[in-house]
C-alpha cells in the first residue's frame, strides 16, 4: 500500500465531493441522509424527501503506519476491508465491531463494541482524529485539541445528524496468527458476573460470555498465540456459538476469531433456517453472512411474512433487537428482568471499560471509572395478549434508566423527549447543532432515532 498514492486519491475525492455540494446546493429542505446500499441500522424511516449524498467512493484504506500503531481510513471503508488491510501488517483496528459489513464511520457516528472492549473502550474510543463533511457541504478536520475538539468529542452517537466521517485515524493493536479461547460454564448469574469483572483485570486479549439460559452461562476468554495445536472454522458447516458448550478450549486464526459471529449474524441465521445441515448447504458458504440475513430481514420486514404466521397461530409480535450497557453492579437485576419479562435468549454478554478517564464523548456519556455491561439481545418477542406498539421495547428502556445505563440507536426506541435528552447530553448536543448545522439541513438526533423522520 503507498500511502501518498491513497492520499492524493483521497484528496481527488474530496475536491470532488465538494464540487458536487456545490453545483447541487444545500438547501434546508428536504432534509440529507446518507445514500448506502447497505445499512446496519434495524429502525425504519417514514417516508418523504430526502437529498441523498453518495459517499460511497469513500471505502478506501488510506495508509497503516506500524510503527505508530494506527490506521487511516476512509468512512465508508467496512471493517471486512480494513481488517484484511490491517491483518497483512500485523495488527488490527484496537475495536473490531462483530459484523463485516459495518462501516467505520457507521461504528464512529453510531456505537461499535467487541471482545477487546473491555480495555480499549467502544469504537469511538479509539479514534485519534477524523474529517466530517458537514451537512452544508464543509469539511472539518477534528482532533481531541484543535479548535473543532467539541465535534470530535460530540460526533459519536450523533447517527448523521451532525454530518458524515469522510476520513478518520484509529489506533490499531498488534496481533498473532492464532487466537487461544477457553470457554468457562457457569450456572449462577453472580458467580458469572464477577468472573466477568475479573477477567477484565487479568492478561486476556478478548473478554465475552453468552447466556444461554437462567443456568446457563459461558464466559469467553481468549488470547494471542503464535502456535495453535488445531484450528477450528466456523465459515461454512460448524456453527461458532454452538462450540461454546462443546468445547472447554477452542483454536481459531486471528482472521477467524475476528469474524466468528459473522457466519451466523451470532445465533440469528436460526430464524431463516440457515442452521440446517441441508438448508446451510443449500445457502453455501458464500450466503452465510450478515450480508445475507441483513437483506432477508428487510424482505421480512417488508412483506410481514413473519408477522403474519403469528397471527394464524393467534400471536402479537414485536421485533426487540437492542443493545444496551449497564454498570456492572446492575447486570445480575438486568439480567434478571431480561429472562423475566422480555424471554430472549441467547443474550450476548460483553464487558466494557473507557480507556481514558479524560474522553468525555458527550452524546454517549459513560462513568469512566466503572465497568459496564454489554447486552446484546435480538429476536421477535410473542404473546397471546396484544399490547400497545413498542410496549417491550419500552420495558427496556426503563429498566435500562432505572439502572443507570444507557442504550444504543440503532433500533428502534420510544423515549420521551425529557428522557432522551437527560441520557444522550442534549443540551451540548444543542451547542453542537447551532455550531455545525446552524441552518437544521440534518434531521435532530431525537426526531431521527425515535420520531423515524
Known amino acids: 500500500m503507498n500511502r501518498s498514492t491513497e492520499a492524493l486519491a483521497h484528496a481527488e475525492r474530496r475536491s470532488h465531493l465538494m464540487a458536487a455540494m456545490r453545483e447541487d446546493g444545500v438547501g434546508p429542505a428536504p432534509p440529507i441522509a446518507l445514500a448506502k446500499r447497505t445499512s446496519n441500522l434495524f429502525r425504519d424511516r417514514q417516508a418523504g424527501p430526502r437529498r441523498l449524498i453518495d459517499l460511497g467512493d469513500f471505502n478506501h484504506v488510506i495508509g497503516i503506519d ?8 476512509e468512512g465508508m471503508a467496512t471493517y471486512e476491508a480494513l481488517v484484511a488491510a490491517t491483518l497483512r501488517h500485523g495488527m488490527m483496528p484496537a475495536v473490531v465491531p462483530q459484523l463485516k459489513t459495518i462501516t467505520v464511520g457507521g461504528a464512529v457516528a453510531g456505537v461499535g463494541i467487541e471482545a477487546t472492549s473491555m480495555r480499549q473502550g467502544l469504537v469511538h474510543h479509539s479514534v485519534l482524529e477524523l474529517d466530517v463533511l458537514l451537512p452544508d457541504g464543509r469539511i472539518v478536520h477534528c482532533t481531541p485539541d484543535n479548535a473543532h475538539r467539541d465535534l470530535f468529542f460530540g460526533f459519536p452517537n450523533s447517527y448523521g445528524s451532525l454530518g458524515y466521517a469522510l476520513r478518520l485515524v484509529l489506533r490499531t493493536l498488534p496481533v498473532q496468527p492464532y487466537v487461544r479461547v477457553e470457554h468457562i460454564a457457569y450456572e449462577h448469574p453472580e458467580e458469572f458476573f464477577a468472573a466477568l469483572a475479573e477477567a477484565c483485570e487479568g492478561d486476556a486479549d478478548f473478554v465475552d460470555g453468552v447466556v444461554f439460559g437462567p443456568r446457563s452461562m459461558v464466559l ?12 477450528s472454522n466456523y465459515e461454512f458447516e460448524r456453527i461458532y456459538y454452538r462450540s461454546l458448550l462443546e468445547m472447554p478450549v477452542d483454536y481459531l486464526s486471528v482472521h477467524d476469531y ?7 449474524w451470532f445465533w440469528c441465521s436460526r430464524n431463516f433456517g440457515a442452521q440446517n445441515p441441508l438448508v446451510r448447504r443449500l445457502f453455501g458458504r458464500e450466503h452465510l453472512n450478515s450480508r445475507t440475513y441483513t437483506r432477508l430481514m428487510r424482505l421480512n420486514a417488508r412483506w410481514g411474512v413473519t408477522r403474519r404466521l403469528a397471527a394464524c397461530h393467534g400471536l402479537h409480535t414485536e421485533s426487540v433487537i437492542q443493545d444496551v450497557d449497564v454498570p456492572i453492579r446492575s447486570a445480575p437485576a ?8 422480555i424471554g430472549i435468549l441467547p443474550i450476548w454478554i460483553c464487558p466494557l471499560h473507557v480507556p481514558d478517564p479524560g474522553a468525555c464523548f458527550a452524546l454517549y456519556p459513560l462513568d469512566a471509572g466503572t465497568l459496564h455491561v454489554n447486552f446484546g439481545f435480538w429476536d421477535v418477542v410473542e404473546r397471546r395478549e396484544a399490547h400497545e406498539a413498542g410496549h417491550f421495547n419500552r420495558l427496556v428502556e426503563q429498566e435500562v434508566l432505572r439502572l443507570g445505563g444507557i442504550k444504543s440507536l440503532y433500533s428502534d426506541s420510544f423515549f420521551t423527549r425529557e428522557e432522551f435528552d437527560s441520557a444522550y447530553g442534549m443540551g451540548t448536543y ?19 432515532c425515535v420520531l423515524k423522520h
Open 220 to 231: 469467553n476468554i481468549a488470547r494471542f498465540e503464535n502456535t495453535a495445536p488445531w484450528l
Open 430 to 448: 444543542t451547542m453542537l447543532k447551532r455550531r455545525y448545522d446552524p441552518e437544521g439541513r440534518a434531521p435532530h438526533l431525537y426526531d431521527k
Open 66 to 73: 506500524t510503527a505508530c500503531s494506527m490506521v487511516e481510513v
Open 334 to 341: 438486568f439480567l434478571d428482568f431480561l429472562q423475566r419479562e
Open 258 to 264: 475476528l469474524w466468528r459471529w459473522d457466519t451466523d
